[in-house]
């Protein structure tokens, strides 16, 4: 069996700081998504640095099959220890996940990796060995369909000292609000989003050390599709919506000259949602044989506006998750639930957008693709483009 392996990530500075102490670095390689945590000493302009050498040295070495040992070691002699406390320059937590669930973790001095397997924290192997004089915990292992690896620097188990909690939040407390917070539709980044966000609300918004939060979870492919504008050729109208048809997974037709073309070939009528109403954004409608209908360039323009947000590393909002607008229904389709996205995008110019009173046209339809799928690529997602 193949999985899909989806990854995603939170970072938030320490308060007053411009640059994150920690970094994350996500490669794929031959079947094999490997993703580096790095937490580097201190924080700031010389933590960052630190992190992010140790993060793209680790990542590029194991990406292309050299040994732990060889990582460190290159880690070791490459980068200064501090002089003064004699104390590592930059703590890691190394995941690589192969397609066909082979996983292998490696973890050196940063809080361990909390592995969820339905729904509750799994007591996974965890072998001690001592290379370069550190000690370094290893794990090789089969993972699950569903199973998520939940890492993080010590700015979540240390959230709230001596603000909210004397001793910080702890280790088992991180385990138990990750257990009370499970949802098994949740995205890597949306479970990373929740457990930052629960960290930054201890710190009281002004975060006492660097914080990242980054998941792998396991799950299988999920393909959603989208067709929004008819093609430049009308001869081209029905190959293109049987080629859209015969994909699997999710559809959605945006648009109203697309929408009525895919109605004509289905025989199916379009239905009107108006059991929710927002002034702003075009209400989403039925049809049988798609899974969601909508407006055109007003709906992706605001699902592009949401997409910018939800992109950033510093993102801990998942309100969007809940919303009901035919805008964020298609947020979630694209960002929280597809693996693969396609976009069947049509040339054709629609004649309501020539007037002059109505600054839309095909230029911009283009530009809002464009950037959803640069947004879908940073979160990880297969994007495929094209155009009619």
């Known amino acids: 069996m193949s999985f899909f392996i989806e990854s995603g990530y939170v970072s938030l500075n320490k308060y007053g700081e411009e640059l994150c102490g920690d970094r994350v670095e996500t490669i794929y390689y031959d079947g094999t998504l490997t993703l580096v945590l790095a937490d580097g000493m201190g924080s700031g302009v010389k933590a960052n640095i630190l992190s992010t050498l140790t993060s793209k040295i ?90 998520s690896f939940v890492m993080f620097s010590d ?76 093609p430049s050729d009308p001869k081209d109208d029905i190959p293109i919506i049987q080629k859209f048809l015969a994909q699997e997974g999710k559809k959605i037709v945006s648009g109203g000259t697309t929408s009525k073309i895919v109605s004509k070939y289905l025989k199916a009528d379009v239905t009107t949602c108006i059991d929710y109403i927002d002034p702003k954004i075009p209400p989403a409608g039925i049809m049988k044989g798609v899974d969601l209908v909508t407006e055109g360039v007003l709906t992706l323009g605001r699902v592009m506006e949401m997409s910018q947000q939800i992109v950033k590393e510093s993102n801990t909002d998942t309100d969007w998750l809940k919303g009901k607008d035919a805008a964020s229904q298609v947020a979630r389709l694209l960002f929280e639930e597809a693996t693969d996205v396609n976009f069947y995008v049509g040339r054709a110019m629609n004649p309501a957008h020539q007037n002059p009173n109505l600054p839309l046209d095909l230029s911009i339809k283009l530009k809002i693709v464009e950037i959803l799928a640069q947004n879908l690529e940073t979160m990880g997602k297969r994007v495929n483009v094209e155009y009619h």
């Not at 188990?157 to 949802?183: C, D, R």
Request: a negative charge; proline letters at 4%; glycine letters at 6%.
């Open 155 to 230: 700015g979540v188990p240390h959230a709230g000292i001596g603000i909210t909690m004397s001793l910080g939040w702890q280790q088992e407390n991180v385990q138990k609000f990750l257990a009370e917070n499970y949802s098994k539709n949740d995205s890597a980044t949306t479970t990373a989003a929740k457990l930052a966000d629960a960290a930054r609300a201890l710190y009281m918004d002004k975060m006492g050390d660097d914080t990242t939060v980054a998941v792998m979870r396991v799950r299988n492919r999920s393909v959603v599709s989208i067709m929004l504008g008819p």
């Open 58 to 147: 680790i990542g590029t070495m194991m990406a292309n099959g050299m040994s732990i040992e060889d990582c460190v070691t290159t880690i070791v002699q490459t980068l200064p220890v501090c002089a003064v406390r004699q104390i590592a320059y930059s703590t890691f937590t190394i995941l690589q996940i192969k397609h066909s669930g082979e996983a292998y973790m490696v973890q050196f001095d940063n809080p361990l990796c909390v592995m969820m397997r339905d729904g509750k924290p799994y007591d996974y192997p965890v072998e001690v060995n001592i290379i370069e004089g550190k000690e370094i915990y290893e794990t090789r292992m089969q993972v699950q369909l569903d199973d």
